[in-house]
């Protein structure tokens, strides 16, 4: 067992060393250099996590619409939407921008990347970004929000 688990960290770390050389030699012909390969590197890491957490909060946010068009955030002791709830969706809302304003900040730091063809990754970021950015837009015109009590009767 220990012989077929050293094999297997020794076939890992020949598959990291291969690798690793196929990096350079990319680099090499793109005319990076190691430094300029790390910062691009990190730079599309922070635009994963800011998708990730952005697509956190829509998955929260369309949650929480669902829970309005149930009337789920009705205080039953007031037959009034519950503060907790605005509060909470407002919090939602908030963090929306604050994301979207992190996103755009990166894809300017992108766009100074001269070597990177940009025009894809705007397509796609903007096609990201765009549709908070308009959710983001209506509820703060609306805010603090307020979802219609259901109707009585």
Do not use: C, W
């Not at 910062?39 to 957490?53: C, F, I, N």
């Not at 604050?98 to 300017?108: G, P, T």
């Amino acid at each position: 067992l220990t012989s077929a688990a050293g094999a297997l960290a020794a076939r890992r770390r020949q598959q990291q060393l291969l690798m690793a050389a196929a990096q350079q030699q990319q680099m090499r012909a793109a005319g990076l250099s190691e430094h300029e390969a790390r910062v691009d590197q990190q730079l599309l890491h922070e635009l994963s996590g800011v998708l990730d957490r952005k697509e956190s909060l829509l998955t929260k946010l369309r949650a929480m619409n669902g829970t309005a068009s149930t009337n789920g955030h009705i205080d039953p002791a007031t037959n009034r939407p519950a503060e907790t709830f605005q509060n909470s969706y407002a919090a939602v809302v908030s963090s929306l921008q604050a994301i979207n304003v992190e996103l755009q900040q990166l894809l300017s730091r992108l766009q100074t990347r001269s070597h990177l063809n940009m025009n894809p990754l705007k397509a796609a970021a903007a096609a990201v970004a765009a549709p908070s950015l308009a959710a983001a837009a209506a509820a703060t015109r609306a805010a603090p929000v307020v979802v219609a009590a259901p109707a009585e009767g």
